[in-house]
């Protein structure tokens, strides 16, 4: 019983330390899990090589695999957001929005302030630039191609022409590796308690020889 309490603190210890740092890597540094917004976002904020419009992003994204995951989308953007400096009847808009998934990455996990991109963390291409969001602007009435989009290089959240061409940064819900980590602590574990059990068989057959 207490070899089995050793091997559950152990890997509460391991599991702990995986999940306090903000920015975990992934397949094998293509990708980088935030582990606080439980978001897994692609290391190369260009991997699409240049810039689309909204409709052929949406595109590029859902068939997008990385080393053989799929499930990749553009990041959304809150609405209402209660953390925009601008507030109106039917959007919430300007810098300091965390509410949005890139607002979050820009303000809160790489500690950007409003204005300039100071820190881009471990990611590549993560251009100064407005980046596509998934999230459509609604509220103009007979008005449906306008859509969302990020400023990587001030932090600036505003809503654009789906047909204008902007950078794309994939990413998706959830932990790209949260089977797999898990699941190698387990087989270590249960290998463990095989090996000590037969040095428990050797010892009690030799005591008893």
């Not at 990385?66 to 400096?85: F, Y």
């Not at 963390?121 to 509220?139: H, Y």
């Amino acid at each position: 019983m207490k070899i089995i309490k050793i091997i559950s603190t152990i890997i509460t210890l391991v599991l702990s330390t995986n999940t306090s740092a903000a920015l975990v890597e992934r397949l094998g540094g293509l990708a980088y899990y935030d582990t606080d917004a439980d978001l897994t976002w692609l290391a190369n904020a260009n991997s699409a090589n240049g810039m689309l419009s909204l409709p052929a992003a949406n595109t590029w994204a859902g068939n997008l695999i990385v080393d053989g995951v799929g499930g990749w989308r553009l990041p959304d953007t809150l609405q209402p957001d209660s953390t925009c400096d601008y507030q109106s009847v039917d959007e919430s808009s300007g810098f300091g929005c965390t509410g949005s998934e890139m607002g979050n990455m820009f303000y809160n996990v790489l500690g950007n302030n409003s204005g300039s991109l100071s820190n881009t963390g471990p990611f590549s291409n993560l251009f100064p630039t407005n980046f596509w969001s998934a999230t459509k602007f609604e509220p103009l009435p007979g008005i449906n191609d306008l859509a969302w989009s990020f400023n990587m290089g001030n932090g600036n959240q505003a809503w654009t022409v789906e047909r204008n061409t902007m950078f794309v940064w994939a990413m998706q819900s959830g932990d790209v590796s949260a089977v797999p980590v898990p699941a190698a602590l387990w087989l270590f574990a249960s290998g463990l308690i095989g090996l000590i059990s037969v040095a428990k068989r050797k010892t009690t057959h030799k005591s008893h020889s």
